[in-house]
């Protein structure tokens, strides 16, 4: 059969309506098993490969979904964390066979953000982190393209979404700082904007409490998940000659930062500072001494993303879902343990 058959000849060889054969290509239970192989038969028998339009006009969707993300300093694809959630976004996409439309949003461009969120095009969007809802309109979760979010808010409740239990990642870092036997203990922590930053303490602190230690104020630094900020604060510190024995980073990026700026001031890791990161991102295991961190499956929050929307696109009337995915303590030797 030619390369550009259609659906149309595919009914027409099967003895089915295009309906069918729509059913048919998308798993659709609504159709008898006799038409349904006399449809597959076809396909098979003639090598047929629905087109992006043809399965567009079958279906009245685009199979396409829009990823907004958020841009800010640490957003460059240099952070190992965004090569690998955007992998296993467009890796899962692929597998479904849907289209995926990326894009940068910040405050400068809000218009341009209102925009996207009304592009009638896409059959859903995938937000990443709680910034992001923050810029789109709140239409956005009123409307009928479904929603994912990669993070965590109970302002948008409402919608599904995927993320890594922070607190339990939280307390398992301050657990083995404890085990250790550190008791002077410094965090830098994320943008206090995300709900994942307050998660990532609270569950070092409780992890702390329960060692009788606390974490010092003059010790707790926010930064902004980039390697600048981690440097910045540790270089800091240092400078005024008050850096802690232990310090949990709350992202592997602001930790290799934190790495530099000991090394330049004449510390020792572990001997001088034991240093912990989170996300157990590739560049980890490479750092020197090799970081203990908090492994997140970012990989794996991506392709749950996508499953969570594509479902709700096939069945508009799943409920919403939210998945929690487990952290794992990852011992190297940034903390005086092998």
Known sequence: MEDDMTIDQVAELAYVSRSVVSRVLNDHPNVSEEARQRVLDVIEEHNYQPSSVARSLATDRSFE??????????????????????????????????????????????????????????????????EVTDLVPSSLEAGDAPVVLIGRTRDWDSISSVDIDNVKGGYKAGRHLCELGYEEIGLILGSLDLEESADRR????????????SVPDHFVAVGDYSRESGYDIVRDWAERGTVPRALFCASDTMATGALRAL????????????????????????????????HQPVYEKGQTAVDLLIDRIEDPD?????????????????????
């Open 65 to 130: 979904i829009s990823v907004l993300t958020p841009r800010r300093g640490d957003e460059s694809l240099a952070n190992g964390y965004w090569p690998l959630l955007y992998s296993g976004i467009f890796e899962q996409c692929l597998e479904r066979g849907y289209f995926v439309s990326l894009s940068m949003v910040s405050e400068e461009v809000e218009d341009e953000i209102q925009s996207q969120a009304r592009d009638s095009r896409f059959d859903g969007y995938i937000l990443i982190t709680t």
């Open 202 to 213: 609270a569950g070092l602190e409780e992890a702390l409490i329960e060692a009788d230690r």
């Open 263 to 294: 090394y330049e001031a004449g510390y020792q890791v572990p001997d001088d500072v034991a240093v912990m990161g989170f996300d157990d991102l590739p560049a980890a295991q490479y750092t020197i001494p090799p970081l203990t961190t908090v």
């Open 318 to 338: 799943v409920d919403p879902v939210h998945k929690e995915l487990d952290p794992e303590l990852v011992v190297r030797e940034s903390c005086g343990a092998s």
